[in-house]
Each structure stands twice: as C-alpha cells, then as structure tokens.
C-alpha cells in the first residue's frame, strides 16, 4: 500500500462540500491558483472534470499537468485522492 | 490531416474511437487534451479501425517463402544468364509484379542452385541494387521489425543496479585483485631475508 499524506487521509475521508481545489491532495498554493484562474475554484469543479475524463486517473493526470503546470508527482497525486474520494461516496 | 480545431466535438469523439482511445464527452474542458491525444496517437502512426495493414505486410508471410524461395533461382539465373542480358531482363518486370508471375518464371528456371552458392552471395550486392529486391527485403525487415517493437522496448530498461554500477565493481574487484597478487611475496625473495 502506498503511503498517503494527511491532507490525502483528510481529503477522502468525508464529502468535500465546498472545501477549496487547494484542500486536494498536491495542489498546493501555486497550483491552486493556477486553476482558480482557470475557473476551476473549488475542488468539487475539479471532481468535475475528474468525472467528465470517465475517471480515468491517467487521463485526469495529463489533464492537470496541462492546466496548472503540475508535474507528475503532484498529478498523479490529486488524481489518486479524487478516485478515492469518488470510490467512498459517489 | 485537417485541423484538429476545426473539427466538431462529434469528428473529435470519432476520430479518439478510431484510435482506440477511450474518452468521455467532448466538451469545451475536455477537447484540448483530447486534441493532443490524438495528435499523439496520428505521431506514433498507430493504426486505426478504419486503416487496414498496408498490403506489404499483407502478404509477409507468403512474401518470406516466396523471396527465399524465389532469390535462389533468381540469383542463380541472373548468375548464369548474366551474359544472356535478354532473358534476364523479361525477367524483371515480372519480378516487380504479381507472386504468381515470379512463381511462374521460377519453375520453368530449374536450375540447381547449389553450383551457385558462392557466387550467389558475392553477387548479391550487384543484384540487389536494384530497388526490387530492396523492397523485398525492407518488405520483409519492416513488418518484423515493428512487431518487435513493441516486445523488445519494455524489456530494455529493467536492471535493478545500473550497468555503470555493475563496471565499477566489477574493475573495483580486479585491482583489488591485482593489488594482493602484486604484493604476494615468492620464494626466492623470502630465503633472500634469511
């Protein structure tokens, strides 16, 4: 099992409501900025998007790193805690 | 290939079918990465449902046969009826055409191949010059070649411990070698300090 950081735990562990897209795992202040510019400004958009790639964590993956500059770690990353996220509560 | 830009969400949606790539909707979110998709696969030239193999590798196997089979004779006969430029030469153009033609012309040359073994290989330079026979040999090079593509490239990077790693240890353990042989004392030097 691969190690998950606490904002990853914190993330996937209840519904995110309103919370912002900088609550996602690896988005952090810089990135989050970058696709609030974008209009994706709260992490439910970014679910959003997710969603409309089929969930498709790869695809999500090039996705993101395209809009925001992010690389693949950060990516991957986010990608992961939304498909966990999806998998408790969608 | 037309501008991918110009193309409706429904020519997008296609075209990410044919290429086998499994997408959602196209929407405004979604279509630059669905763009560079495609513009990737069109890069890798990977095939779509729609292209079918080009007819070289078509016929790959019967062409191996047939160009082994066929050189032989061909060899052996251009070998022998180099003087005899007439014959040679209707020979050729039907070489360039149909597999059912270059059999024909193989059977009525029965010549036994063996006598022109050792001049066949000496001569296959100047007989393959000729763009024919250098399609048939690239006919049958690239069709292999891009199926082995595909198996050889994973397995190429897979060592747990660089190569690099593996020299120097192993030229670390060779001096270290040369150094305790160098220092052995003999005999003769020992029966010297007594």
Redesign the interface.
């Known amino acids: 099992m691969s190690t998950t950081s606490q904002k990853h735990r914190d993330f996937v562990g209840e519904p995110m409501g309103d919370k912002s897209v900088m609550a996602l795992s690896g988005i952090g202040g810089i990135l989050g900025k970058k696709l609030e510019e974008q209009g994706f400004d709260k992490a439910y958009v970014v679910l959003g998007?997710f969603?409309?790639?089929?969930k498709?964590t790869e695809?999500f993956t090039?996705?993101l790193k395209?809009v925001s500059g992010a690389n693949s770690r950060q990516a991957g990353s986010c990608a992961q805690c939304l498909k966990e996220w999806c998998d408790a509560f969608l | 290939m037309a501008l991918l830009s110009r193309k409706t969400a429904q020519e997008i949606s296609e075209l990410l079918d044919e290429y086998g790539i499994?997408?959602?909707?196209v929407?405004d979110?979604?279509r630059?990465?669905y763009e560079?998709?495609i513009k990737e696969a069109m890069g890798k030239g990977k095939r779509t449902k729609y292209e079918p193999l080009p007819d070289k590798t078509f016929y790959r196997e019967e062409e191996d046969e047939v160009t082994y089979v066929y050189r032989t004779p061909v060899r052996s006969e251009g070998a022998g009826d180099y003087r005899d430029s007439g014959s040679y030469m209707s020979s050729r153009p039907n070489w360039n055409e149909r597999e059912f033609q270059q059999e024909m012309s193989y059977s009525t040359y029965a010549r036994p191949r063996s006598e022109y073994r050792g001049r066949e290989y000496v001569e296959e330079p100047y007989l393959y010059d000729k763009t024919s026979s250098y399609r048939n040999s690239s006919l049958t090079s690239t069709p292999i070649k891009s199926g082995q593509d595909a198996p050889k490239a994973p397995q190429s990077k897979s060592r747990l411990i660089p190569l690099w790693v593996q020299f120097m240890f192993f030229l670390a353990v060779a001096v270290f070698l040369y150094i305790v042989f160098s220092s052995m004392e003999t005999n003769e030097s020992l029966e010297g300090i007594e």
């Open positions: 998007q969603l409309l790639l089929k498709d695809m090039d996705w395209d | 499994k997408h959602g909707p929407v979110s979604t630059g990465l560079k998709k």
